[in-house]
């Protein structure tokens, strides 16, 4: 995915705690040497919004919060995070990641895949240090989840009769279970309830399906809005993923029939990508993806009632409120 930087989420009591995560990280990329610490310099302080760590944090806000604890778990979420992002990268083939040029870009698809491999292992080699059990099985079910997921994706590249199980199985793997996954940490490095920890671990998948969601919406927005903004579209089905607005597109006969005629060709020129997005907002895939959306994010809303603690319900409400704004088609 090739996309600007984005901006963080504002909550007020944690925006101190967010500035030392940002200490934090970048401390941590002065630790290494060479290579390494300039492409994960690049990377890593290229302006990210921090919605994992933001989620862990506001999870761990009870009464036991305690930053200087809490940071090293959060930068090692952001660091499994952008590991990712580097491997997504290269399998993309994308020229920007956070408005710079990508690793596989400036040097070459090897040294990507290791500077990914390597910023792996420091996640555990971060959570081993909380000697905490519970933790590393979280975070390895997670990081196998990631794998997977973006192994689904590549098995049902082009596949114009994948349904929505496959979908929501796929979007769960590779991104709702690290929403989830940060949770559930911030829950148990806060010894919070089991009551609470199994909540905000709903709370984490839900709302790591919407936002995965609103992304795939975001990907066919061809308003005048988008289009102003100068945000690339159509990166997906170039690539050959098919999202929940074109498998609901593909409900549409017309739609059906029209997107096979183009996709026979082999590779889509930038006028067939424009031509099958307009084709796909002529029919009712856009609306009933958003109501996708929508239902997501309700139940995201519906879970906060049943977390403990009033600053953790208004910074997950926030999350929400910020995951409906940054998308002009799920308005
Ligand atoms: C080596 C850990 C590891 C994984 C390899 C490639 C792969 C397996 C997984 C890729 C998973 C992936 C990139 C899912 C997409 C999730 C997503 C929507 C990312 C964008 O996240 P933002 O918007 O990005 O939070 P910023 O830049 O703001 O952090």
Excluded at 32 to 48: E, F, R, S
Excluded at 95 to 114: E, N, P, V
Excluded at 147 to 169: A, C, H, M, P, S
């Amino acid at each position: 995915m090739t996309q600007k930087p984005e901006s963080k989420i504002e909550i007020d009591f944690l925006k101190p705690d967010i500035k030392k995560l940002e200490m934090y990280l970048s401390a941590y990329t002065e630790t290494l040497d060479g290579i390494l610490k300039d492409t994960v310099k690049n990377t890593l302080m290229a302006g990210g919004k921090r919605i994992r760590p933001t989620l862990f944090l506001i999870c761990a806000r009870n009464k036991n919060y305690d930053i200087d604890y809490l940071l090293p778990a959060a930068a090692s979420i952001e660091i499994i995070h952008t590991a990712s992002l580097i491997h997504d990268d290269i399998i993309d083939k994308s020229i920007l990641r956070r408005g710079k040029r990508t690793i596989h870009q400036t040097y070459d698809k090897d040294t990507a895949k290791f500077v990914g491999d390597y910023l792996f292992t420091q996640t555990f080699a971060i959570l081993n240090n909380y000697q905490d059990t519970r933790i590393n099985i979280e975070m390895s079910e997670a990081a196998g989840f990631l794998v997977k997921g973006e192994f689904n994706q590549l098995r049902t590249k082009k596949d114009l009769y994948q349904n929505e199980k496959i979908y929501f199985d796929k979007i769960f793997e590779k991104t709702s279970s690290l929403f989830k996954v940060s949770c559930i940490l911030g829950g148990i490095l806060s010894k919070s309830s089991d009551k609470d920890i199994k909540n905000m671990g709903r709370f984490g998948e839900y709302i790591g399906t919407s936002f995965q969601i609103n992304d795939d919406l975001i990907d066919v927005d061809i308003s005048e809005t988008s289009i102003l903004v100068g945000k690339p579209v159509g990166n997906d089905l170039k690539q050959g993923d098919i999202t929940l607005p074109f498998i609901y597109g593909f409900e549409d006969i017309r739609f059906r029939r029209e997107i096979k005629q183009i996709l026979k060709k082999g590779s889509l020129s930038d006028s067939d990508l424009q031509k099958i997005l307009g084709l796909l907002t002529e029919t009712d895939a856009i609306k009933k993806t958003r109501d996708k959306f929508y239902e997501y994010i309700n139940m995201a809303k519906d879970v906060i009632e049943d977390i403990d603690g009033e600053e953790r319900k208004e910074g997950l409400l926030k999350v929400c409120e910020s995951i409906m704004n940054s998308s002009r088609l799920a308005k």
